[in-house]
């Protein structure tokens, strides 16, 4: 019962993760300012939803396997944001231009 509880704490606050991204992803108009609202929910939100996962599991095999997986995500979801970001920053002439006082707020 408290795994149950527990797991499902985590996949609420997965889901208010991933409507926050989808917020801030359709309110940003600068392309950078979306990329980031994406690439922090995207890793938050799926970490949540696999511990929640693993909670419900118990300690097997599977669980280690799904540790591995949230491990692999943290490390590679910031380094292909990032690498995205730079193709932006180099292709697009007006990169630095267009952000706007309203994109802070």
Same mark, same amino acid.
């Given at each position: 019962?408290?795994? &149950?509880? /527990? !797991? #499902?704490?985590?996949?609420?606050? %997965? *889901?208010?993760?991933?409507?926050?991204?989808?917020?801030?992803?359709?309110?940003?108009?600068?392309?950078?300012?979306?990329?980031?609202?994406?690439?922090?929910?995207?890793? &938050?939100? /799926? !970490? #949540?939803?696999?511990?929640?996962? %693993? *909670?419900?599991?118990?300690?097997?095999?599977?669980?280690?396997?799904?540790?591995?997986?949230?491990?692999?995500?943290?490390?590679?979801?910031?380094?292909?944001?990032?690498? &995205?970001?730079?193709?932006?920053?180099?292709?697009?002439?007006?990169?630095?231009?267009?952000?706007?006082?309203?994109?802070?707020?």
């Amino acid at each position: 019962m408290i795994r &149950l509880v /527990i !797991a #499902s704490l985590f996949l609420l606050f %997965a *889901v208010f993760i991933f409507v926050s991204e989808v917020i801030g992803f359709f309110k940003f108009s600068y392309v950078m300012n979306r990329m980031h609202a994406a690439g922090l929910g995207d890793t &938050l939100g /799926i !970490a #949540s939803v696999v511990i929640a996962v %693993a *909670v419900l599991m118990g300690l097997t095999m599977s669980t280690v396997k799904l540790i591995l997986i949230v491990l692999f995500m943290f490390l590679t979801g910031p380094v292909v944001t990032h690498l &995205l970001a730079q193709v932006e920053v180099q292709t697009n002439k007006n990169a630095g231009k267009e952000y706007t006082e309203e994109d802070r707020g």
